[in-house]
């Protein structure tokens, strides 16, 4: 059978995954106005690469 793009399931998966997008973004927006744009920026930069480390750790651990 072919799959469609618009397989039902999928699209359920997608709208739960904008849940926490929208609250990610409404945090972010809070947070960004109680910080300066440097320390935001920082603290935004160092966030995604500790995020980055934790992918890459579990990739290799699975791996090995």
């Not at 359920?12 to 320390?39: C, D, H, K, N």
Request: proline share 3%; glycine share 6%; hydrophobic share 55%.
């Amino acid at each position: 059978a072919e799959r469609s793009a618009f397989d039902p399931h999928m699209i359920w998966l997608s709208i739960g995954a904008l849940l926490p997008t929208f609250f990610g973004v409404y945090a972010g927006q809070r947070l960004r106005r109680r910080m300066s744009e440097t320390a935001f920026r920082k603290t935004l930069y160092l966030s995604l690469m500790a995020l980055g480390v934790v992918i890459i750790v579990r990739t290799l651990m699975r791996i090995l």
